[in-house]
């Protein structure tokens, strides 16, 4: 599904109602210094509602950094952005500050590597999401608590276990994802964005994450861009798959013909290097 | 570093690294630093060393005629209650503090040495009580150590030396220690010793010019907390005693002249400040380069 | 660890720095001094019948190991010796003056707090190499200025010359009084305490939770309010405690330039007339009183943050 035709006066709404739709997107992270290279280059592809899209490449190709763009979270000031980013409506390059954190969280969310250093070790999880509903559902407190422990139950972290141990620090990195998750999608996005949601946690844990997240993209239809070094991860949870290196897109489309039959000689590397291990 | 004469730390640069500006442009920063420090910290010891050479009044001579007398041609920086010139004094009054900086501290640095040394080449028991001892002076307040230390032992310049060195070792001992420890622990010196280097090769050729660089940056804060202790035990009476001249000493005796003359508490607090501080920037600048940074960049 | 462990490690030390600080200070008293310890604490009064009786009291005729005994016993009493000077006990002198060196003290670690932290979240973040280098010369030039010398040029310009504020004694507890003296002790501790609290919270800011938290939909304000302020404190609250030290220092001098009385001036009109037991007495009890005090934060610091509190467990 990479089709999209846009509007002439740039309206997102394509033929295929895409959640989101990126156009040329380029970061680079010098101003001083224009011989270095861009960390991305002319990005395209196009996200659909409910649709995991998966995107690889090795280690400094730019994928965090690509996740970290989506929601304009570069580090400030050293950064040259060029193209469209289109969500909701709207060219997220054009949105001010103020307007880009309403969309933060309640339209696009986002998990990270290290689930239990995304949480803030001082404050007891529940609290955590509680605040972020507060935040962008505008909840009284009692009511955010309430709907914050219930999210927290859903994704699999109970009251009971909430009891015995509500600081990150007292939870396994499995539960500490969870409540991450939790904690996004408490706020109700369209689009999650997972940057090696895995990576850190043992097989059997993995395996229960991805379920999660598919389970969740049924159930809201949550559009998923899951980052990952993991290639099997990716090749058996995402629909669609997106392959980068140095920044560049080297070749997308659904997964299995990329796993299958790849298109370009470093996909096909990827994949070898992997398939050697399994061998 | 408080002024309150505990031998100084470094004030940390901005953690946030060279991941958000050139680095070339901090390394410029700091060298800029430590080159301003230096060049201020040379001239002023230069200046101390020319002194007896100038044509200057006689610092300790009084002359009750013109006893607190402002700013004039005669006397650019006016005179104290006694008559004596204010200026010859402050001049003769470098050399005081100056030689009870530098030499102080390259005492406390040499017995920091030793100490530093045993722990880190000594064993293990060694090494604990080594900084055991270190820890206790450490946690001490210094200026109130230095001023029981003088008033047991009496006032005076050797006295003075004594304390600051007392209390000042303990720094030198740990950057020493951690010095000769990390080296310990490389393995390119298992590698050295694999090839037959013994223990004063790798010592000469490894632990000292790793370690140099923090001992001079520490020895520069040293000097620049001791030349703060000795201006605040001789403002109290507890240190360099009159009539010689100690920028601190003359303030003590501005202290109950300012109403009259004021004049009288801006050259010697001045060079206290200024002094202090090239030494400060000295170490700052030295100390920052040596200091890890913490890389904030993401990687994808 | 669990908690009282913690506790327990903790008050261990601090009885480790006491002990120890008092040794060496019975090392400098007895064993150091030129001629004996009854002769440095008589001093100038030391009558040959009064020498023998102290010499007696004290041990000094019997070994080191019973003196030392001796002493310790002694100040588990809080019997820290007579002033001979003045007919007093020392531990009565000290609790005369202690209240006003304690208003002082507190008086300047509350303004040094607040500047030190505003200072800090003003400038955390910013990533200006020239501003890093202003910061670093004016922070010099402020921890370079001796605290007398700043405590007179303030004098100066606000008692003579603008006479709006007063430059001497305690006033009877009226805060005026209060304002150049706290200032000028707090002056070059602000430096230390905003250098650390900008620090520390670009430290937060460098962390995951940060991130998490701005993709969460919080500003940067309100990430570095909400989250990373409390993150902050730690290292702010323990070099605050160390600091006290260096306050109990500069109280003195502070006290002698403005002539406020508390055992900081004590202590020197003490050291003027080498008052021995007087001097040794208060330096026992400042060191004393920062070292429990630094103690008593540790702790409480190690209590509220949950790691320390409930333990951490390994990773499942």
Known sequence: MTGEA????????????AALTVKGLSVRYRKTDPASPPALEKINFSLAPGE??????????????????????????????EGEILFRGNNLLDLNEPEMNRLRGSGIGMI????????????????????????????????????????????????????????????????????????????????????????????????????????ERKARGLSIILISHDLPLVASAADNILVLSHGRVVEQGPARSIIETPQSDYTQSLLSSWRHLIA | MDNLGTIPAPLPASPRGPAFFSGIRRQANENRLVAVGAAIALAIIIMAALVPLLPLADPLKPDYEVGLSAPSAAHLLGTDLHGRDQLSRVLWASRTSLTVGITASLVALIIGLVMGGAAGYGGRVADAAAMRIADAFLSFPVILGAIAFMAVFGPGIRNVF????????????????????????????????????????????????????????????????????????????LGIQRPYPSWGLMLGEAMGQIDQAPWLLIAPGAAITITTMAFFLMGTGLSRKTDPRIQGRAHS | MPISRFIFNRLLQLLAVILGTVTVLFIVLYLLVPGDAAQAMLGAKA????????????????SLPVQYGLYLWRLLHF????????????????????????????????????AGMAWGFLTAGRRST???????????????????????????IFGSRLGILPISGLGGYNPVYLILPATTLAAAQAVIVGTMARSSLELQMARPYFLAARARGLTHRQALVGHGTRNALGPVVTLLAIDLGALMGGAMITEIVFSWPGIGRMTYYAA??????????????LVAIFVTISTLVDIMYGWLDPRVRLGAISDG
């Open chain 3, 79 to 114: 019997d820290l010796g007579t002033s001979y000077e003045l007919n007093r006990s020392v531990s009565s002198v000290i609790l005369d003056y202690l209240p006003a060196t304690a208003y002082l003290a507190g008086a300047a670690l509350l303004l040094e707090t607040l």
């Open chain 1, 6 to 17: 846009l509007t002439v006066n740039g309206e997102a709404r394509t033929a295929t109602g």
């Open chain 2, 162 to 237: 004594m304390a600051i060195a007392f209390f000042g070792w303990p720094v030198f001992a740990r950057v020493f220690r951690s010095s000769v420890l990390s080296v310990r622990e490389q393995s390119y010196v298992s590698a050295s010793k694999g090839v037959g280097g013994g223990s004063f090769y790798i010592f000469r050729r490894h632990v000292l010019p790793n370690s140099v660089q923090p001992l001079i940056a520490y020895a520069a804060m040293s000097v620049a907390g001791a030349i703060l202790i000795e201006s605040g035990l001789s403002f109290i009476n």
């Open chain 3, 272 to 285: 003027q007339v080498r008052d021995v037991p007087l001097i040794i007495g208060s330096v026992v009890v």
């Open chain 1, 52 to 81: 995991i899209m998966g995107i690889i490449g090795e280690s400094g190709a730019g994928k965090t950094t690509l996740g970290l763009s989506l929601m304009k979270l570069h580090p400030p000031g050293l950064v040259q952005v």
């Open chain 1, 112 to 215: 990270f590597q290290d689930a239990r250093g995304s949480l803030d070790p001082a404050l007891p999880v529940i609290r955590q999401v509680a605040r972020s509903i507060s935040h962008h559902r505008g909840k009284p407190k009692n009511d955010a608590m309430e709907t914050a422990g219930a999210t927290l139950s859903e994704m699999g972290v109970s009251p009971e276990i909430l009891r015995e141990a509500p600081f990150p620090h007292q939870l396994s990195g499995g539960l500490c994802q969870r409540a991450a998750i939790a904690a996004a999608l408490a706020c109700q996005p369209t689009i999650l964005i997972a940057d090696e949601p895995t990576s850190s946690l043992d097989t059997v844990s993995q395996a229960r994450i991805v379920n999660l997240l598919q389970r």
């Open chain 3, 47 to 62: 009558t040959p019948q009064a020498l023998e009786n102290l010499r007696h009291e004290l041990g000094l005729d019997r």
């Open chain 3, 130 to 156: 020239r501003l890093d280098f202003l910061t670093t010369i004016s922070g010099s030039l402020l921890l370079s200025t001796p605290v007398f010398f700043l405590g007179m040029v303030l004098q100066y």
